[in-house]
């Protein structure tokens, strides 16, 4: 039994720290992936220690809500592309600002 059946029987035991639960994520990933076993992507997604690890943050941040309401899940697509959006402009801005002083700076020295 490798070190992911004990994670993730931890973790279905009501784990609620989703970072802590990515980090088993990565750990089940690789170790099945150095596997002798390993024979893709589907050794992974079929492997159940990982699919019950990937249920327990999938729960605590109620996906279910998003399978059941296509609202939902178009608002949260919506909501993710708007803060993508506010974030790639506030880059562009720092960018600007950053080029604006350099610039400066050349002229300065020049």
């Not at 690789?30 to 943050?57: K, W, Y």
């Amino acid at each position: 039994m490798g070190q992911r059946h004990s994670d993730a029987i931890a973790i279905a035991l009501g784990a609620v720290n989703p970072t802590a639960i990515v980090h088993a994520l990565l750990r089940a990933s690789d170790e099945i992936r150095n596997s002798p076993e390993f024979a893709g992507t589907a050794s992974i997604t079929c492997d159940d220690a990982f699919r019950l690890m990937v249920h327990q943050p999938a729960h605590i941040c109620r996906i279910g809500e998003l399978d059941r309401s296509p609202s939902q899940y178009i608002n949260a697509k919506m909501a993710v592309a708007r803060a993508h959006d506010a974030d790639q402009q506030r880059l562009a801005e720092a960018n600007s600002r950053k080029i604006a002083e350099i610039v400066a700076a050349a002229r300065s020295q020049a």
